[in-house]
């Protein structure tokens, strides 16, 4: 079965602090792919990346971060130098790949809320 | 901007009743996806939509229905309300390529049951 745990359900830093959010993911499946979306208060899911399973380049855009690691099963996200608009809802999810008209289902944490204080 | 609406943004109904909820996919988009999201959790799969038929479900009663118009536009309706289904519903469109999909969701759909 295909599970992705968050272990950390709050995190609080000060503006300017580096700050890293846990993903541990589990599934059978040899080709999957790992998202991250961030959820402000409005409530609307943005996309922020999608990484596939052969594919454990890190990747880097501005302030984000991420590193992915078969050998642990995780998929952390970091941002650098946190803003307070970075304040939001964080979720890891997985989807297996689809063949043959498969369902493209994502699978979520249970996010992580980062709270960036001025 | 993903270009995914929905309607309405919130919804107050009592328990017994029947709603429908209404997502607009991003133009192109051939699947849209449903979750269900209760406070504090994560998105739970409902049901998908590929080229107007249901393509997956997953673990919820059939008072849960779903519809996908040839002009990119959905519904999502639940019969018979009860309280646990209040909830923040997503919906997410895609473009159902090789791979996997990636999900672009609108801003939700707030449901009170009373």
């Known amino acids: 079965a295909q599970k992705v745990t968050q272990a950390q359900t709050e995190i609080s830093v000060v503006e300017k602090e580096d700050v890293t959010l846990d993903c541990v993911y589990e599934?059978?499946?040899?080709?999957?792919?790992l998202f991250w979306y961030k959820q402000p208060p409005s409530g609307e899911l943005v996309f922020l990346i999608r990484?596939?399973?052969?594919?454990?380049q890190n990747e880097i855009s501005g302030r984000y971060s991420w590193n992915f690691q078969k050998s642990t099963s995780s998929f952390n996200f970091t941002i650098t130098a946190s803003q307070v608009v970075d304040s939001a809802v964080y979720f890891c999810?997985?989807?297996?790949?689809?063949?043959?008209?498969?369902?493209?289902?994502?699978?979520f944490g249970t996010g992580t809320l980062l709270a960036v204080q001025p | 901007e993903t270009g995914v609406t929905q309607s309405p943004t919130h919804l107050i109904k009592t328990r017994g009743q029947q709603v429908t909820l209404r997502c607009s996919s991003q133009?192109?988009?051939?699947?849209v996806s449903w979750y269900q999201q209760a406070l504090g959790q994560g998105p739970q799969f409902i049901f998908q939509?590929?080229?107007?038929?249901?393509?997956g479900r997953g673990n919820f009663p059939p008072r849960f229905s779903g519809l996908q118009f040839p002009n990119y536009s959905s519904e999502l309706n639940v019969n018979a309300l009860e309280l646990d289904d209040s909830a923040l519903y997503l919906c997410?469109?895609?473009?159902?390529?090789?791979?996997?999909?990636?999900?672009?969701f609108g801003p939700g759909t707030r449901l009170t049951v009373l």
């Open positions: 939509y590929y080229r107007e038929e249901e393509n």
């Open positions: 133009s192109g988009h051939n699947t």
């Open positions: 999810a997985l989807s297996e790949a689809q063949y043959g008209g498969a369902t493209n289902k994502l699978i």
């Open positions: 599934t059978r499946d040899t080709t999957y792919y």
């Open positions: 990484r596939n399973s052969f594919d454990e």
């Open positions: 997410a469109s895609s473009l159902r390529t090789s791979g996997t999909d990636t999900q672009y």
